[in-house]
């Protein structure tokens, strides 16, 4: 090799390793931009719940535990999540004046605001209250809302409701094109509220008998949730003894 040659093959090294040097500095940026946008519409989130908040604990204070019956002073929120070209998350608050304490939230540049508001779910056989909600978080604003992206434009928000003995809760979905709770139905009254201890598994709504201490290893099931284009609700698989960490 010549020594116009080995220069060659030199100036070719420093000429890719500064070609990978900027693509590995714009990827950081890039990274660490959208890092930051994503910590900025969830801190923007929050603080408009926190206020909404505010202002219907100050209502529920008026009205007085015949109408608050549980605590005011908590609210539970998702994760911001995006939806074709805009970005959802959904609010469920303890009290609101306007019945409707379950609410789909939109972010329109950088404001966030109401789409569409429910009232509590049906759950037959159970305490319903109009403005009011049992929520499983104990006081304050939490993170606790989750959510499954079954396809590609539909997503499924769980609200963790308080249940004696296991965590019950309601799942809020954009399936069929609108905004809506999703019925279960089984072996026992249609409900929009399901118990034993809802949680989504990746993208699967799974549940458990785990409500109760000691319960025996034969009597131990699970339950795997999808969702029935037919009759337009979820419908359950029994599997027997417990997924890990239920």
């Known amino acids: 090799m010549t020594l116009l040659g080995n220069g060659w093959l030199l100036s070719l090294s420093l000429t890719?390793?500064?070609?990978?040097?900027?693509?590995?500095?714009q990827w950081v940026?890039?990274?660490?931009?959208?890092?930051?946008?994503?910590?900025?519409?969830?801190?923007?989130?929050?603080?408009?719940?926190?206020?909404?908040?505010?202002?219907d604990e100050a209502a529920a204070?008026?009205?007085?535990?015949e109408a608050a019956v549980w605590p005011a002073n908590v609210a539970e929120y998702s994760s911001p999540i995006r939806l074709s070209d805009h970005y959802v998350a959904v609010v469920a608050?303890?009290?609101?004046?306007?019945?409707?304490?379950?609410?789909?939230?939109?972010?329109h540049g950088r404001k966030w605001s109401v789409v569409a508001a429910f009232p509590p779910p049906k759950d037959p056989g159970t305490a319903n209250h109009p403005d009011s909600l049992l929520l499983f978080a104990n006081s304050g604003v939490s993170r606790d809302v989750q959510v499954a992206r079954p396809s590609g434009r539909t997503l499924e928000f769980l609200v963790p409701f308080a249940g004696g003995g296991c965590a019950?809760?309601?799942?809020?979905?954009?399936v069929g094109g609108t905004w809506h709770y999703i019925s279960f139905t089984g072996g026992f009254p249609t409900t929009e509220v399901m118990g034993g201890n809802p949680r989504f598994d990746g993208k699967i709504l799974v549940t458990?008998?785990?409500?109760?201490?000691?319960?025996?290893?034969?009597?131990?099931t699970s339950y795997t949730w999808r969702y029935d284009v037919k009759t337009l609700s979820f419908v359950s698989v029994e599997h027997s003894g417990w997924p890990p960490n239920p």
């Open 16 to 25: 890719l390793a500064s070609f990978v040097a900027i693509g590995s500095a």
């Open 29 to 55: 940026s890039a990274s660490s931009s959208h890092n930051s946008q994503l910590v900025e519409r969830a801190a923007s989130l929050r603080a408009v719940v926190a206020k909404t908040l505010a202002k």
């Open 61 to 65: 204070a008026k009205v007085g535990t």
């Open 93 to 107: 608050y303890g009290f609101d004046p306007r019945a409707h304490p379950v609410q789909v939230m939109r972010l």
């Open 168 to 174: 019950t809760g309601p799942v809020l979905s954009n």
């Open 208 to 220: 458990d008998n785990d409500c109760a201490a000691n319960v025996a290893s034969p009597q131990r």
